[in-house]
């Protein structure tokens, strides 16, 4: 299995309106990187924001999930092939990539089977690269109540595999030849309604609901109102990037 399970298909099309863009650099840099730029492959590509990026640095781009929910909501792009499989178990030939990318999906792999497939359809030379994300920065007091509810209001319903969020990664193994990249992060100015609508998209509130009958959103929703102010303003909202880059050989 590629996948240690499916935590996301329920909130797939909030996926879309709801989470932050990859910074255009970070794919920029990543081309840098590659003598070619014939095909990358995007695995776990969600609703594949991050192959379209890829999509301008690359003549071909494969777009795996093992979500076929996921998968339906991304938008059609002519360079994209999306697919619906395995991370382990891909119908592509040997030799084929010359990047291979894992955005926020590396920790839900069976890594083994994963790297060995990751070997086998890179080119000689080829990069992998995979990166993370985890709680976002406004200011002070909002952050200390986001994280609130984070950590203690839906805390045990996040997976066990979240703690190598918390790691950045460097727990994961990574069996490549690294590459020291540069810090990149991401940056959006959002109003209240689309800080809520991302919490509510996040898979342990998901399960809490399921659990207690109840959205754990809506509490805090009204302590983030008093502290917001004008619910309409929009503030900046960054979220560091955990990113990991790696030579194939």
């Not at 076929?68 to 178990?89: D, F, G």
């Not at 990751?118 to 690269?129: L, N």
């Not at 609130?148 to 209001?153: D, I, L, M, R």
Request: negative net charge.
């Amino acid at each position: 299995m590629g996948f240690a399970g499916d935590h996301f298909s329920k909130q797939a099309s909030d996926y879309s309106l709801y989470r932050p863009l990859y910074p255009q650099s970070l794919f920029a840099y990543l081309a840098t990187l590659t003598p070619h730029h014939d095909r990358a492959w995007d695995c776990a590509t969600g609703n594949g924001q991050a192959a379209i990026a890829l999509a301008s640095f690359y003549n071909s781009v494969e777009a795996t999930d093992a979500s076929e929910k996921q998968i339906k909501q991304t938008s059609p792009h002519e360079k994209i092939h999306y697919l619906v499989c395995e991370a382990s178990n891909t119908p592509f030939t040997e030799n084929h990539f010359d990047l291979i990318t894992v955005a926020q999906a590396l920790h839900w792999f069976d890594l083994d089977s994963f790297y060995k497939e990751v070997k086998r359809v890179s080119k000689p030379g080829g990069i992998f690269s995979a990166w993370c994300y985890g709680l976002f920065n406004i200011d002070a007091g909002i952050d200390e109540c986001i994280h609130y509810f984070y950590s203690e209001t839906v805390g045990p319903f996040w997976p066990e595999e979240r703690r190598y969020i918390h790691d950045g990664y460097t727990t994961l193994t990574f069996p490549f030849e690294r590459i020291q990249p540069p810090q990149f992060a991401m940056s959006v100015r959002w109003d209240l309604r689309q800080v809520i609508g991302y919490l509510g998209t996040w898979s342990a509130v998901q399960y809490y609901r399921e659990r207690h009958g109840q959205d754990p959103v809506v509490q805090i929703a009204s302590e983030l109102e008093s502290m917001w102010g004008d619910s309409q303003e929009k503030r900046t909202i960054n979220w560091p990037i955990y990113l990991h880059v790696g030579k194939i050989k």
